[in-house]
């Protein structure tokens, strides 16, 4: 039988939180990560219901991050609510992203989203992907 989890948002970090109530932190959005998002979603039109975190294949080292804003939810979604965004992340993408944080970074380098994954084994040279 398979267990029953519970999602929960503590400042800003997705939990889950099991029956046995170990807790494990999922993802964690920063606060600077989470206001470029809805500053940028507040700019579409028509406004999408959220932003979708996924990994897929690709990128030379096997792996990409991928940030998209969700016109719809799957069955597979769990749904992270982060202040006032929604967080759309698939059941296969979870796995690989448990303890992420993703934070807005503005700098000489440029500026965009930064993963910072505990599960990484390997990145490549650009920074845009990964194996585990």
Avoid: W
């Amino acid at each position: 039988m398979a267990r029953k989890l519970h999602l929960r948002v503590i400042l800003f970090h997705a939990i889950i939180v099991s029956r046995n109530f170990r807790r494990y932190v999922v993802i964690k959005l920063t606060e600077r990560a989470a206001t470029k998002v809805l500053e940028i979603l507040s700019r579409q039109d028509p406004k999408p219901l959220g932003l979708r975190i996924a990994i897929r294949g690709g990128g030379c080292s096997g792996f990409q991050y991928a940030m998209e804003f969700a016109e719809g939810t799957t069955e597979r979604d769990k749904i992270f609510e982060f202040g006032e965004l929604t967080v759309f992340v698939d059941q296969t993408s979870l796995m690989y992203l448990e303890g992420t944080e993703i934070d807005y970074v503005d700098g000489l380098e440029g500026a965009g989203f930064k993963f910072t994954n505990p599960n990484v084994k390997n990145t490549c040279g650009c920074g845009s992907s990964f194996s585990q």
